[in-house]
């Protein structure tokens, strides 16, 4: 099974030849040893290669997820300079849309921040709104020409279980990919009805959980997608679309240690999440003016 590397040439002067002749298991073994020695630097050389390829391909993934969301909020920006537009041709009120303005302008900040691993500082156990979070995300997509006139966005929000705990943003990016599946599978099937419920409070595993959905009345998922969920697929729409919201969103749950199913079929789909109910236990959480009810 030996394997030729390479050919080692030397030359001795012709009064050596004998002397050298009778050292040819030292020359031999020297032989060995070198191919030895090479084939290791060799294979070191191809790990290292590998290494460096592995993390060149886990980098550009990351790049291509934040590029993916980061074109979230710069749609919803652009979406909200054609609002202002024409409000301030109107001469009407325009501080909601700038403070939406503001608002994704920073998450674009933040989101691109994620590829340098700028992380956030730790503040301990924090609690958002979910409810308000949805309410938000709703809003964006209502406003202007976001959603075609065939395309119905409604909510049945109202429970008292809304606080969840985690990082809101996370939440606004998951739903956002959920409602523009949503928006892009009806507006390609003659329209429908979009619904984002908050179906209150569940047990499972022994833990207290929030249970929120996000339910169309389009045409369903491909068999082919339904048995990859959640991990990049080849997209069935034309244009940019790279086939990786679903999985984003998966890692996204993951993130706020929550669970998400999807059951689809002819007549629709629904995709159902389950975030950590806030249990309020260790800190005080870092709760939105409005949840706390004094504003
Ligand atoms: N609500 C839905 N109804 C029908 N099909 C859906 C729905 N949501 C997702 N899909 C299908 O799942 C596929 C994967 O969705 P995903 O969000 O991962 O990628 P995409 O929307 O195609 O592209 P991207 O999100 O990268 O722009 C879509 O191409 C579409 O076929
Ligand atoms: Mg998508």
């Not at 004998?18 to 298991?25: F, G, H, I, N, T």
């Not at 994620?114 to 979070?133: M, N, Q, S, Y």
């Not at 950590?276 to 004094?294: H, N």
Request: proline letters at 4%; one cysteine or more.
């Amino acid at each position: 099974g030996a394997r030729c590397l390479g050919v080692l040439v030397g030359g001795v002067a012709a009064w050596q030849l004998a002397a050298s002749q009778k050292r040819e298991r030292f020359l031999q073994s020297f032989g060995t040893q070198a191919a030895t020695a090479l084939e290791s630097a060799l294979q070191e050389r191809a790990n290292a290669r590998r290494q460096v390829a592995s993390v060149a391909e886990e980098y550009r993934e990351a790049s291509r997820r934040v590029l993916h969301e980061v074109n979230n909020p710069l749609s919803i920006i652009k979406n909200y300079l054609s609002v202002l537009d024409s409000k301030l041709e109107r001469q009407e009120p325009v501080t909601g849309e700038m403070s939406v303005l503001n608002e994704e302008i920073d998450r674009v900040g933040q989101l691109i921040g994620t590829l340098a691993d700028i992380k956030p500082v730790e503040t301990g156990p924090r609690a958002f709104d979910a409810v308000k979070v949805a309410e938000d995300v709703v809003r964006l997509f209502r406003a202007g020409q976001f959603v075609p006139g065939s395309v119905q966005i409604t909510t049945a929000l109202h429970d008292d279980a809304r606080l969840v705990e985690g990082d809101a943003d996370t939440l606004k990016q998951i739903l956002v990919n959920l409602i523009k599946n949503a928006v892009e599978a009806l507006a390609g099937s003659g329209g429908g009805r979009i619904e984002i419920a908050n179906r209150g409070h569940v047990h499972r595993e022994r833990r207290l959980f929030l249970e929120l959905s996000v339910s169309d009345t389009g045409p369903g998922l491909a068999p082919e997608v339904m048995a990859n969920l959640f991990t990049p697929v080849k997209s069935t729409k034309d244009g940019a679309h790279r086939g990786i919201g679903l999985s984003i969103v998966h890692g996204l749950v993951k993130k706020l240690n929550g669970h998400i199913a999807c059951r689809s079929g002819r007549t629709g789909t629904v995709f159902e999440i389950l975030l950590p109910a806030w249990s309020g236990a260790s800190a005080a959480p870092a709760l939105p003016a409005r949840a706390l009810g004094s504003v």
